[in-house]
């Protein structure tokens, strides 16, 4: 099965150029962990998570209404094209230790899969499970 067949065509996204306070709200508005980072062409430059803004922005004591998310953004992002098979995109999220893989076509990004996503499919169940144990096992060493 490809990654286009089940990822979500419904984008969140944040510009690197918006404040951390608007991150933070979207974050929690939309019930996730992370956000990718998009120029104005869809480009797709990084991604926030909420743990980036914790320990970039608010343990520093910055002031997330004057820093803007390209200040703690991590700019290395594991992307999928909508082409890939979905078992290696749960490769891809049990190695880089993430729930949610931007997809992207010519660095754009069209989509987000969320390990969820793979685990409400039958046939990606032993993906997601993988993943999934993967990524909490080491959440758990941390």
Do not use: F, W, Y
């Not at 890939?84 to 989509?111: H, I």
């Amino acid at each position: 099965m490809k990654v286009s067949d089940i990822m979500q065509k419904e984008i969140v996204s944040v510009s690197p150029d918006e404040s951390v306070s608007l991150a933070a709200r979207l974050l929690s508005r939309h019930n996730i962990g992370s956000l990718p980072v998009c120029a104005s062409d869809g480009h797709v430059q990084g991604v926030v998570t909420d743990r980036d803004i914790v320990l970039r922005c608010v343990a520093p004591g910055e002031d997330p209404e004057l820093t803007s998310v390209r200040e703690i953004m991590s700019r290395s992002v594991i992307t999928v094209s909508p082409e890939e098979d979905t078992s290696r995109a749960g490769e891809l999220m049990s190695r880089g230790q993430v729930r949610r893989l931007p997809v992207t076509e010519d660095g754009k990004l069209v989509g987000i899969l969320a390990l969820g996503d793979l685990a409400r499919v039958t046939a990606c169940d032993m993906e997601a499970a993988h993943a999934l144990t993967e990524i909490s096992s080491n959440i758990q060493e941390r």
